[in-house]
């Protein structure tokens, strides 16, 4: 870890420690909203004590993180405008980081403040698009090109169908419980289990689902929400330390040629359909980057600078940026090619394959990074559970949550969530959460409290607008005062 600060002169050193510590703040804060709504049910239903309860969530966020791969985490990065990916080296890219960490930060603190579940994820992909639409302004370049609007509308649908898709999984569960133990105690609140029984605990079985639950979401939002910090600390390390984090220095040899293969095979789709291409993706000349007209010279580009090398280390800093710039480049080709009608199914599963091969050497992140933004979460939890807690345990419904809604919506929530990182969908933990609570109120008749739903569907509204003007603002001002 500390070697990424060799050859860094003093004040580049600072730059970059203040930057990954900004990074991390942001998840500790994610910790108070996200994280918290993993421990809500167990500790609200009294199945754990808190300390134990966030402890072990902080333990199981960290596996979750470890464990989770990284395909989230590169699904919020690829939302950048691809020149900003390219020059995130300048101080251009730096402002940028700054400026949607600073948005998605202030946004965070003020919601958890008033103790409203708000998502960090909805903030943080707001943020991005700001960054993208400042981008546009100052480039003078299209909404269309200058935004990746398929990957947008991708994480738009996962953010919109996930919470329906959690309730209605929830409010299934709740209606099976129902249906098959009428009369159990699971359909009891703590209150009514203390006041009617004289027992602080839940039922066994209760109690036993509701921890397992508890810990499921844990493990699960570290494998969706976790891997987003990941997703900026490399951003920020990239921009600081090139030389170091480019590329993956530790790829191995077969990966590097599965690289090369991968740039050669795009090369030869280009040319087998340069017709059709070509005519969907003129040529614009000029200074423009990634354009799929510059397949061919951007594949044999990338092959100079790999050369023989069987690892990158042995490359120069030059070199390395080079080959990381060549497969930003061909990537984005190969999707854009992938959406050209006519272009043959087996050309279009080669693609896919050939996406993959391009970018397993720029989307990796070290274990040390990894490690620390699990920390940062775990962390939050610790410090800022209470106000989300006693949110979703009593003022969401009517009446308190009973044991079996707990079960449900927590249950619920923990695959919800865990299906959408299989799948590398960002998705909201706090919003999954908030309406599988929501939907086993409606099937337990217990009403939902009007007011509390209206804020909370009035801050998800307000959310992405704000976090995105906040940061196009910043980053707008950060450019033209700096750059």
């Not at 159990?184 to 605990?201: A, L, M, T, W």
């Not at 036993?208 to 969706?224: A, D, E, K, Q």
């Not at 949550?401 to 919800?416: C, D, E, K």
């Amino acid at each position: 870890m500390l070697e990424l600060l060799s050859g860094l002169d003093t004040a580049l050193a600072v730059t970059l420690v203040l930057s990954v510590t900004f990074v991390l703040a942001f998840e500790f804060i994610n910790g108070f909203h996200d994280t918290a709504n993993a421990v809500a049910t167990v500790i609200y239903t009294q199945s754990m004590k808190p300390q134990t309860a966030v402890i072990l969530s902080g333990c199981f966020n960290f596996l979750g993180v470890f464990f989770g791969g990284l395909a989230v985490a590169y699904a919020i990065v690829n939302l950048l405008p691809t020149d900003l990916l390219l020059n995130i080296n300048s101080t251009q890219g730096m402002v940028m980081v700054f400026a949607l960490l600073t948005s998605a930060i202030i946004w965070n603190l003020g919601t958890w403040y008033f103790g409203i579940p708000t998502s960090s994820s909805h903030t943080l992909i707001g943020a991005i698009l700001g960054v993208g639409i400042g981008n546009v302004m100052i480039t003078g370049e299209s909404l269309s090109s200058g935004i990746n609007w398929s990957k947008a509308i991708d994480v738009f649908l996962s953010l919109f169908l996930s919470p329906l898709f959690g309730a209605s999984l929830a409010g299934l569960m709740l209606l099976t419980l129902l249906k098959l133990r009428p009369l159990s105690n699971i359909h009891k609140s703590p209150f009514q289990r203390q006041q009617v029984e004289g027992r602080k605990h839940p039922p066994f079985w209760a109690r036993f689902m509701l921890i397992v639950s508890s810990m499921g979401m844990s493990f699960t939002h570290g494998s969706n929400d976790g891997q987003k910090g990941v997703g900026l600390v490399m951003l920020v390390l990239i921009a600081l330390a090139p030389a170091h984090f480019v590329v993956n220095l530790d790829a191995e040899p077969i990966q590097i040629e599965h690289t090369k293969i991968a740039a050669l095979q795009l090369k030869e789709i280009y040319q087998r359909n340069q017709a059709i291409i070509d005519q969907q993706y003129p040529a614009k000349g000029g200074q423009h980057k990634c354009e799929p007209s510059k397949i061919v010279d951007e594949s044999a580009e990338l092959l100079s600078a790999i050369g023989d090398a069987k690892s990158f280390v042995a490359l120069a800093s030059a070199q390395r940026w080079s080959v990381r710039t060549q497969l930003i480049c061909l990537n984005d080709g190969a999707k854009k090619i992938s959406k050209v009608p006519g272009i043959s199914d087996v050309d279009q599963k080669q693609l896919k394959g050939i996406q993959k091969d391009l970018t397993q050497t720029t989307e990796y992140a070290p274990a040390w990074v990894i490690i620390a933004v699990a920390l940062a979460i775990g962390m939050g939890t610790m410090i800022g559970w209470k106000r989300v807690v006693n949110t979703v345990g009593e003022k969401i419904g009517k009446k308190d949550m009973t044991y079996a809604q707990g079960m449900a919506a927590q249950t619920m929530s923990a695959l919800s969530i865990g299906l959408a990182s299989l799948i590398g969908a960002p998705v909201s933990t706090t919003q999954i959460l908030s309406s599988a609570v929501a939907g086993t109120m409606v099937i337990n008749r217990s009403g939902v409290q009007l007011s509390t739903i209206k804020t909370i569907l009035m801050t998800w509204v307000l959310t992405l607008p704000v976090s995105l003007c906040l940061s196009l603002g910043l980053y707008y001002a950060g450019v033209k005062l700096f750059v």
